[in-house]
T-cell receptor, first 113, second 116 residues
Framework: SQQGEEDPQALSIQEGENATMNCSYKTSINNLQWYRQNSGRGLVHLILIRSNEREKHSGRLRVTLDTSKKSSSLLITASRAADTASYFC?????????????FGTGTLLAVQP | DGGITQSPKYLFRKEGQNVTLSCEQNLNHDAMYWYRQDPGQGLRLIYYSQIVNDFQKGDIAEGYSVSREKKESFPLTVTSAQKNPTAFYLCASNPYRGRVMDQPQHFGDGTRLSIL
């Protein structure tokens, strides 16, 4: 079953602009993670936010979590061409009942130089 | 450097053939995972293992098999029963801390499997 769904499916912006991606999920979670995937490569972990946290920063990344709305957002500020990639959210499956993640369908971000 | 190595990078399967994808990690992680990714899609879990000599089916295990004889290795066999094997296969690992999945997963760079 699809736990996380990202919105939008695709996003095209100019270098220097901010990019915002959203993720919605269905069941209770212990934490939510964001990953990045360059074309033809594996996923790279970006940030993990726990269910008792509302906001987290890492460099140019800002993640928010609203457990009442079952949603999260990833903001990339001052984007660069090198940020072009697909971005996925992932949640611990079954509210943490099992040691596995459920991934969303991803947002494809294109940053134009 | 510690990491996950998947091989080969590209693999072609003939009709009726079984093929095995390799995944090796030197991160000393207990848990390992296999995912399938179709074009423009997210990741779907095939199998996962939390400890040597034990593994569990994921959401799309039919037509696949795995083994976990060593902590470092988690090979995936795509059997002839898998009628639509063309996809990008990703292996991942993370430290196993019990039921709560609060550790990032580390990924290999994938194997792209196609049918001849």
């Amino acid at each position: 079953s699809q736990q996380g769904e990202e919105d939008p499916q695709a996003l095209s912006i100019q270098e220097g602009e901010n990019a915002t991606m959203n993720c919605s999920y269905k069941t209770s979670i212990n934490n939510l993670q964001w990953y990045r995937q360059n074309s033809g490569r594996g996923l790279v972990h970006l940030i993990l936010i726990r269910s008792n946290e509302r906001e987290k920063h890492s460099g140019r990344l800002r993640v928010t979590l609203d457990t009442s709305k079952k949603s999260s957002s990833l903001l990339i500020t001052a984007s660069r061409a090198a940020d072009t990639a697909s971005y996925f959210c992932a949640t611990d499956a079954d509210g943490g009942a099992t040691n596995k993640l459920i991934f969303g369908t991803g947002t494809l971000l294109a940053v134009q130089p | 450097d510690g990491g996950i190595t998947q091989s080969p990078k590209y693999l072609f399967r003939k009709e009726g053939q079984n093929v095995t994808l390799s995944c090796e990690q030197n991160l000393n992680h207990d848990a390992m995972y296999w995912y399938r990714q179709d074009p423009g899609q997210g990741l779907r879990l095939i199998y996962y293992s939390q400890i040597v000599n034990d593994f569990q089916k994921g959401d799309i295990a039919e037509g696949y098999s795995v083994s976990r004889e060593k902590k470092e290795s988690f090979p995936l066999t795509v059997t002839s029963a898998q009628k639509n094997p063309t996809a990008f296969y990703l292996c991942a690992s993370n430290p196993y801390r019990g039921r709560v999945m609060d550790q990032p997963q580390h990924f290999g760079d994938g194997t792209r499997l196609s049918i001849l």
